[in-house]
């Protein structure tokens, strides 16, 4: 099974181009405006521009309101939209566009409940679970609550890094995987190409 590579939370042309360097399927543009990553829309949508048809455009919103999330489409061209707060299925499906449901595990997950509810997602995301924070808190779960099985695609995150993705990949066997400050320097939001480059040859060795 070919393991999909996201890398989120992109905020310079720079560590773009080395997303699409290295190889990754998808790039993630964070508009949640809490978060040491939020980038501002005019720059988003240069970079989305710059990266058309290498990867997948994936944009991330956190409880937003409807307007906010068509304020960003008018302006950026995105593929994917990402929800990582406490969205209905149907706010996330309203848009007419392609989108993945991010859940925070703490404890085992009523995937038949969840299949249900978000049928018509491309994917669910799994992350960690901290009090207060939505995501990207580079904190990994427990590894032993990941579904058996699910009728719906999978992306593990939630502490990733170059170190651990691979025996991530094959213990779990995810659809994907989706990494942010596990491929970043000292500076949240700035990428190391180093790291993202490691982090998608581990990837793709741990799935060969």
Same mark, same amino acid.
């Given at each position: 099974?070919?393991?999909?590579?996201?890398?989120?939370?992109?905020?310079?042309?720079?560590?773009?181009?080395?997303?699409?360097?290295?190889?990754?399927?998808?790039?993630?543009?964070?508009?949640?405006?809490?978060?040491?990553?939020?980038?501002?829309?005019?720059?988003?949508?240069?970079?989305?521009?710059?990266?058309?048809?290498?990867?997948?455009?994936?944009?991330?919103?956190?409880?937003?309101?409807?307007?906010?999330?068509?304020?960003?489409?008018?302006?950026?061209?995105?593929?994917?939209?990402?929800?990582?707060?406490?969205?209905?299925?149907?706010? &996330?499906?309203? /848009?007419?566009?392609?989108?993945?449901?991010?859940?925070?595990?703490?404890?085992?997950?009523?995937?038949?409940?969840?299949?249900?509810? /978000?049928?018509?997602? &491309?994917?669910?995301?799994?992350?960690?679970?901290?009090?207060?924070?939505?995501?990207?808190?580079?904190?990994? /779960?427990?590894?032993?609550?990941?579904?058996?099985?699910?009728?719906?695609?999978?992306?593990?995150?939630?502490?990733?890094?170059?170190?651990?993705?691979?025996?991530?990949?094959?213990?779990?066997?995810?659809?994907?995987?989706?990494?942010?400050?596990?491929?970043?320097?000292? &500076?949240?939001?700035?990428?190391?190409?180093?790291?993202?480059?490691? /982090?998608?040859?581990?990837?793709?060795?741990?799935?060969?």
């Amino acid at each position: 099974m070919t393991t999909r590579i996201k890398i989120c939370g992109i905020t310079r042309d720079a560590d773009a181009d080395a997303v699409v360097t290295a190889g990754a399927d998808a790039l993630g543009l964070n508009f949640a405006p809490r978060s040491p990553r939020c980038v501002a829309v005019d720059v988003a949508a240069r970079i989305a521009d710059r990266v058309a048809g290498a990867v997948t455009r994936v944009g991330l919103f956190v409880d937003p309101a409807p307007d906010e999330v068509r304020r960003v489409l008018e302006a950026v061209p995105l593929d994917v939209l990402q929800f990582h707060g406490d969205e209905t299925p149907e706010f &996330c499906g309203s /848009f007419g566009m392609p989108y993945m449901k991010a859940l925070r595990v703490r404890e085992p997950l009523d995937m038949a409940d969840l299949e249900r509810r /978000f049928a018509d997602a &491309c994917c669910l995301l799994l992350d960690a679970f901290v009090p207060g924070q939505p995501g990207g808190t580079g904190q990994r /779960f427990d590894w032993s609550l990941w579904p058996a099985g699910s009728a719906l695609p999978l992306v593990l995150a939630g502490g990733l890094t170059p170190d651990n993705v691979a025996e991530a990949i094959t213990r779990l066997a995810p659809w994907g995987v989706d990494v942010s400050g596990g491929v970043e320097g000292p &500076c949240k939001g700035q990428k190391d190409p180093q790291r993202i480059e490691a /982090f998608v040859r581990e990837v793709k060795r741990a799935r060969s």
